[in-house]
Nanobody
Framework: VQLQASGGGLVQPGGSLRLSCAASGSISSINAMNWFRQPPGKQRELIATITNGGSTNYADSVKGRFTISRDNAKNTVFLQMNSLKPEDTAVYYC?????????????WGQGTLVTVSS
């Protein structure tokens, strides 16, 4: 069971990027799916959460600019990032609570780098 993140890259301030994270393996169910980020020299922080029912929550720093969504049929979570700022530069990680091998467990994606710079 693993999470595979993609979609990072270099973007100019004010631009947009869409991150994806797909869960694969013998997964029976997925509860919350989350996006974290870790800016250079700083701690990892939770920025967006979506439950299996579609309820969402955002950190104040991204509220109104980022949108988290999920495709339950494809076990995939997305992060649409608009109006990007240089302070959004970070490695972005997906995380999910998964039911597999008869137990719940948390898995992390490998991280994808987002650089916002002119």
């Amino acid at each position: 069971v693993q999470l595979q993140a993609s979609g990072g890259g270099l973007v100019q301030p004010g631009g947009s990027l869409r991150l994806s994270c797909a869960a694969s393996g013998s997964i029976s169910s997925i509860n919350a799916m989350n996006w974290f980020r870790q800016p250079p020299g700083k701690q990892r922080e939770l920025i967006a959460t979506i439950t299996n029912g579609g309820s969402t929550n955002y950190a104040d720093s991204v509220k109104g600019r980022f949108t988290i969504s999920r495709d339950n049929a494809k076990n995939t979570v997305f992060l649409q990032m608009n109006s990007l700022k240089p302070e959004d530069t970070a490695v972005y990680y997906c995380n999910a609570d998964l039911f597999f091998s008869a137990a719940w467990g948390s898995r992390w994606g490998q991280g994808t780098l987002v650089t916002v710079s002119s």
